[in-house]
């Protein structure tokens, strides 16, 4: 068994998630009947349900526990153009999803949710989410309340000793480490959800993940060649397209690849001292950038949830969107290090519409069929964002001087 394991885990990833989408069409065309392969992405999504909301509690206290103040540097800086950038990305995803509106086909329970009625009823959900209690919160999945005493819980524990934040740290890795087996069995499950869409609907249902790839991919695009140089213009007053350029080239297209924005850190503190930049700086920012600025995650988290949104007929107002634009940017930061770790988060954004976790749980599946091209596109913008603010605020600070 252990070498059968080894040889499905030396198998790429996305080439198993590709192999999985083409069976699975294939499948639902020969045997439309065969109940049993559905039932596959059931248990799918069913593992994701049960491992997504102890992954966010534990990560987002071992992040908050765990961040010491560096050296005098340019991190203060740095950590707000991060937030900057993240949230411009939350914002843009709001807007493409509403100039280019996706919906999705779901198997189950779709009919069974009821609207709010406006951004009064959102906002006391909302507040009585945050103040449930704890144990309730993950067993009910409730992400609003998981966020809220996590972290309530990491701050508290950032006075512990170094003992007990060990121990954090462990229980987070292990978590991972669940996490990283259960997306290991992603192309199985995928196989099952891509039967059952096309065995139900047809290939048509296809088409609807490609058009919300589309509007992911765009915004990521407009991000990365828009955004980001327009933020490190306004902050450095010269032309940023030669970092922004350089940044794609050599950071981006390797996170592409690698889908790891920890993976890629050694590359990124390579051309961080090809940039002559001060290390005192990238040592702190390079690494805490890979876990907390995630314009990419911010994306996917606001695109999905929208189109889950839309699929459920949902009326999203421009109040509730910008609540979503902060709540993408704030749950993107605590995106898990593996690959499709932003996916696991959007049930906490899709909470906000009322949106039950069963449901929630299919639009993460729908996300890891397309995170072929999604999750390594949100890579790439996620690592090269890292090296393109840390040069930006040493070059404002030169700019001042």
């Not at 107002?317 to 690959?339: E, K, P, Q, Y």
Request: hydrophobic residues 55%; glycine residues 8%; contains cysteine.
């Amino acid at each position: 068994m252990k070498n059968v394991w080894q040889a499905w885990t030396n198998i790429n990833l996305v080439t198993r998630i590709i192999a999985g989408i083409v069976i699975g069409i294939a499948f639902a065309l020969l045997l439309p009947d065969a109940a049993v392969i559905a039932l596959l992405g059931s248990l799918f999504v069913g593992a994701l349900k049960a491992v997504a909301p102890i992954l966010v509690f534990v990560l987002v206290i071992h992040a908050i526990a765990s961040h010491e103040a560096g050296k005098k540097t340019n991190m203060k800086m740095i950590l707000g153009l991060y937030a900057i950038g993240t949230l411009s990305a939350g914002f843009v995803a709001v807007v493409a999803s509403f100039l280019f509106p996706t919906t999705l086909t779901l198997t189950q329970g779709a009919e069974e949710v009821s609207a709010p009625s406006g951004i009064g009823e959102v906002l006391q959900t909302l507040l009585f989410n945050i103040v449930s209690n704890p144990i309730t919160a993950i067993a009910e999945a409730n992400y609003i309340g998981i966020l809220a005493w996590a972290v309530v819980l990491g701050v508290a524990l950032k006075a512990a000793s170094a003992t007990t934040k060990e121990v954090i740290s462990n229980l987070s890795d292990a978590i991972s480490k669940v996490v990283q087996a259960v997306i290991q069995f992603a192309p199985i499950g995928i196989l099952g959800l891509v039967y059952e869409a096309v065995a139900v609907n047809g290939l048509s249902a296809l088409g609807e993940y490609g058009r919300l790839l589309v509007v992911l991919v765009g915004s990521m695009f407009f991000i990365a060649l828009v955004i980001n140089p327009l933020i490190v213009f306004i902050v450095t007053r010269r032309n940023p397209y030669p970092l922004v350029l350089l940044t794609l080239r050599e950071s981006a297209v390797t996170a592409f690849f690698t889908r790891s924005s920890a993976a890629n850190i050694p590359v990124n503190m390579k051309l961080c001292e090809k940039l002559n930049l001060n290390k005192d700086t990238y040592a702190v920012s390079i690494p805490l950038g890979a876990t907390i600025n995630m314009a990419g995650a911010a994306v996917t988290i606001a695109v999905l949830s929208l189109a889950g949104a839309n699929t459920l007929n949902i009326e999203v107002d421009i109040w509730t969107a910008l609540i979503l634009v902060v709540l993408a940017a704030v749950s993107a930061a605590g995106a898990s290090g593996v690959a499709g770790g932003s996916l696991l988060l959007i049930p906490l954004a899709t909470s906000l519409f009322g949106v039950p976790a069963d449901i929630a749980m299919q639009i993460v599946a729908i996300g890891f069929i397309i995170g072929v091209v999604q999750d390594s596109c949100e890579t790439a913008l996620n690592s090269s964002s890292d090296v393109v603010f840390t040069a930006a605020a040493e070059y404002a600070t030169e700019r001042k001087k």
